[in-house]
Nanobody, 127 residues
Framework: QLQLVESGGEMVQPGGSVTLSCQAS????????IGWFRQAPGKEREEVSC????????DYSESVKGRFTTFRDNAKTTVYLRMSSLKPEDTAVYYC????????????????????WGKGTQVTVSA
């Protein structure tokens, strides 16, 4: 049973950087897609990024493209979200989620297709 644990959330000033970690236990992530999502108070959950760990293909929402980068470690047990040029509107609880690769499905991470979720980590961007 795959379990995901996020860490690295903190309070940071606008323009700063934070790197979040998504640590997997139970299985290696060789055949998974990992999505990062966020939810701010009073707002709907938003997909931030997706990485296909077979092809290393990545995708980002328009709101974070060019500022956020998702990547994995060589041991394929941890996926990271590097966030730079942070803005107050990036304040949210950030979650990672996983689903198994399927040959008949594109390399995307819609929330409804994700099978495993972490409990989230808080990122606050404030002066």
């Amino acid at each position: 049973q795959l379990q995901l644990v996020e860490s690295g959330g903190e309070m940071v000033q606008p323009g700063g950087s934070v790197t979040l970690s998504c640590q997997a236990s139970g299985v290696t992530l060789d055949y998974y897609l990992i999505g990062w999502f966020r939810q701010a108070p009073g707002k709907e959950r938003e997909e931030v990024s997706c990485i296909d760990l077979i092809s290393s293909y990545t995708d980002y929402s328009e709101s974070v493209k060019g500022r956020f980068t998702t990547f994995r470690d060589n041991a394929k047990t941890t996926v990271y979200l590097r966030m730079s040029s942070l803005k107050p509107e990036d304040t949210a609880v950030y979650y990672c989620a996983a689903r198994l690769f399927r040959a008949d499905a594109p390399s995307q991470c819609p929330a409804d297709d994700m099978d495993y979720w972490g409990k989230g980590t808080q990122v606050t961007v404030s002066a």
